[in-house]
């Protein structure tokens, strides 16, 4: 606490107490550290410190206590925590970006999971399930490729951090790759099969 002394001068503490409190960006927590430092005369690393607070991710640690489910397929249990982590990365997005941005979001990543699950449930028992097969996991393919242009879009807005974006990416990435080598073992199984 500032105090005045008699002369009409501010009395400026010699310690500053660590404040802790919720940041909008990496960016104004960036500033609160640098300011910590310089009032505390200490040398700060703004781009170590960036890096550090883009590891960071409260919401990525909370989806990650999520459990395997050893009934899903992997693919299956990518995308569900993909979809916790976009609901709980947007649950705290400014509500103007709520119509537009979140909505969006959160429908793309459970249209991706009904249609992975759908797929899942088809039985490769003929070429015409194994082509609606087939069909589901290329429609689960686009939502996901939608899901990362709407989020390219909600970080270029604000709506989102560039950590959490990130994060994002590589979850969709991981869960593409999963389809793609789902796929791949389908065709594989189908061949052998003929």
């Known amino acids: 606490m500032l105090q005045v002394n008699r002369n009409g001068a501010l009395k400026i503490p010699k310690e500053i107490e660590l404040y802790e409190t919720n940041s909008n960006s990496i960016d104004d927590a960036i500033a609160i550290k640098k300011a910590l430092a310089i009032a505390n005369e200490q040398k700060i690393n703004t781009n170590k410190l960036k890096e550090q607070l883009e590891m960071e991710d409260q919401d990525l640690q909370m989806i990650s206590k999520i459990p395997f ?29 709520r119509g537009v941005f979140v909505n969006r979001m959160q429908n793309y990543c459970l249209d991706a999971l009904e249609l992975l699950l759908q797929a899942n449930f088809t039985r490769m028992d003929s070429q015409a399930n194994k082509m609606i097969r087939d069909q589901f996991q290329k429609e689960a393919i686009v939502k996901l490729k939608l899901l990362g242009y709407v989020a390219m879009v909600a970080q270029s807005s604000n ?8 994060q994002i990416s590589i979850q969709l990435a991981e869960a593409i790759n999963l389809i793609v080598a789902w796929k791949k073992s389908d065709d594989e199984r189908w061949r052998k099969k003929i």
């Open 69 to 97: 489910n050893a009934n899903d397929l992997m693919v299956i249990t990518v995308v569900k925590k993909l979809g916790a982590y976009v609901i709980a990365v947007t649950e705290k997005s400014p509500k103007k970006f």
């Open 159 to 166: 709506c989102i951090l560039m950590r959490q974006y990130k």
